[in-house]
């Protein structure tokens, strides 16, 4: 295995993604808006209506007391905006940061291949000496090392910003939990190999960024189920359960490498140009 060329053309494809703003955009766009505007505001709701998110709705009584009895202990003494947010911000926004990674590593990825081929610059790409599981290789590990970049980074604003608005109300810093330590540092990263690994082996099929960056978005969906299934109380990402489904996303994540392995052929590349 040639690292030497695998490290010079992840250099190439990174500096490429800082100069493109249709990528750049995205990563930037969208994790400011989940890690920063949305746990800040729904910091700044719960000081000036606390009562009213509490009581709003039946369906956020109901989502409270869908929470394990040991969390729900955690939010004694709290008042009914204060133990929305914290459970909000702490437990049950825990599948939504997952769409950082995951959307991060699709959208550099889905700018590989068909990235390459829009910039004129694939033929020569094909033919340099690098074997076709090199050339794979680099172009994954490219995007996932960007993605997990972008997650630490906004792992900790979500940090500062958690910890800022529930200071009050938890009397000092109590942000992160031994979840979110497992999502970030176990789960993230295999969420990430996720979605490049789906969407790479789309750039590599497709003509276009716009084809590849709209299939590629298909890997979201099941992070939309998770959300959905923690929101109706069907499932609560605990220690245990995130140990599991990172170990489950391991396994899926290498199969799609041995696959992506297996099946990835420079020449196909070319007849497609």
């Keep these: 295995m040639n690292w030497r060329a695998i490290r010079a ?44 998110i509490a009581n709003e709705t039946s369906d956020l009584q109901q989502l409270m007391e869908s929470l394990p009895p040991s969390v729900q202990e955690q939010m004694v003494g709290l008042s009914g905006g204060d133990s929305v947010m914290i459970a909000m911000l702490v437990y049950l926004f825990v599948p939504m940061y997952l769409i950082v990674p995951m959307m991060v590593s699709a959208v550099i990825a889905a700018d590989s291949f068909v990235g390459e081929r829009e910039r004129k610059t694939l033929e020569a790409l094909l033919h340099t000496p690098l074997t076709d599981t090199e050339l794979l290789l680099a172009k994954m590990l490219s995007s996932w090392t960007a993605a997990l970049a972008v997650t630490l980074v906004t792992f900790i604003l979500y940090s500062l910003v958690v910890n800022l608005v529930g200071w009050q109300a938890m009397g000092g810093p109590f942000f992160p939990n031994l979840t979110w330590l497992l999502l970030v540092f176990w789960v993230a990263p295999a969420v990430a190999g996720l979605g490049l690994a789906v969407t790479v082996l789309i750039s590599s099929r497709v003509k276009t960024f716009q084809e590849a960056s709209q299939l590629g978005g298909i890997v979201v969906l099941p992070i939309v189920i998770l959300m959905v299934a923690q929101l109706a109380g069907i499932v609560f990402l605990g220690p245990a359960i995130t140990l599991v489904l990172g170990a489950v996303i391991w396994v899926i994540d290498t199969g799609l490498l041995w696959f992506g392995v297996k099946t990835f052929r420079r020449e196909e590349l070319l007849a497609r140009q």
């Excluded at 992840?10 to 990528?23: C, F, G, N, Q, Y």
């Excluded at 930037?28 to 800040?40: C, G, Q, S």
């Design 9 to 52: 053309l992840m250099r190439k494809d990174l500096l490429t993604v800082r100069r493109s703003p249709a990528v750049m955009l995205p990563l930037i766009i969208l994790p400011v808006i989940l890690i920063v505007v949305l746990p800040a505001g729904l910091g700044l709701a719960a000081r000036l209506l606390p009562e009213a």
